[in-house]
């Protein structure tokens, strides 16, 4: 991370992104619509305020998959069998791309 990356907020809606970043007055912008300084490196801070949202900008190579606070997180219930699967269609047989997750006591 550069010490000179501009923070920029992003807040996902249904239907809607917005973006809030300072400007080099001070001001913050909040718009639709992300203008960055060329060649600066951004500090992207990602929230989803009420559904499920998946921020993708492929030219930068990032994907993420944002949850609303109190939705989910990370903590899990690793006391059970689980069968996890892919979260995106990567090829044409995804549906059938499936994998168990099973306790094991140490």
């Known amino acids: 991370k550069a010490a000179d990356a501009l923070p920029v907020n992003v807040t996902a809606?249904?239907?809607?992104?917005?973006?809030?970043?300072?400007?080099?007055?001070?001001?913050?912008?909040?718009?639709?619509?992300?203008?960055?300084?060329?060649?600066?490196?951004?500090?992207?801070?990602?929230?989803?305020?009420?559904?499920?949202?998946?921020?993708?900008?492929p030219e930068w190579r990032?994907?993420?998959?944002?949850v609303p606070a109190g939705v989910g997180g990370n903590d899990v219930d690793n006391s059970v069998v689980v069968t996890a699967s892919l979260g995106a269609h990567c090829s044409v047989s995804w549906p059938l791309v499936r994998w168990r997750c099973t306790p094991l006591t140490l």
């Not at 992104?17 to 718009?31: A, D, Q």
């Not at 990032?62 to 944002?66: A, V």
């Open 13 to 57: 809606q249904q239907y809607k992104w917005t973006f809030n970043y300072p400007l080099p007055n001070g001001k913050v912008v909040s718009s639709n619509k992300l203008v960055v300084p060329d060649g600066r490196q951004l500090q992207l801070h990602l929230t989803a305020l009420d559904v499920l949202h998946s921020f993708w900008v």
């Open 62 to 66: 990032i994907k993420r998959d944002l």
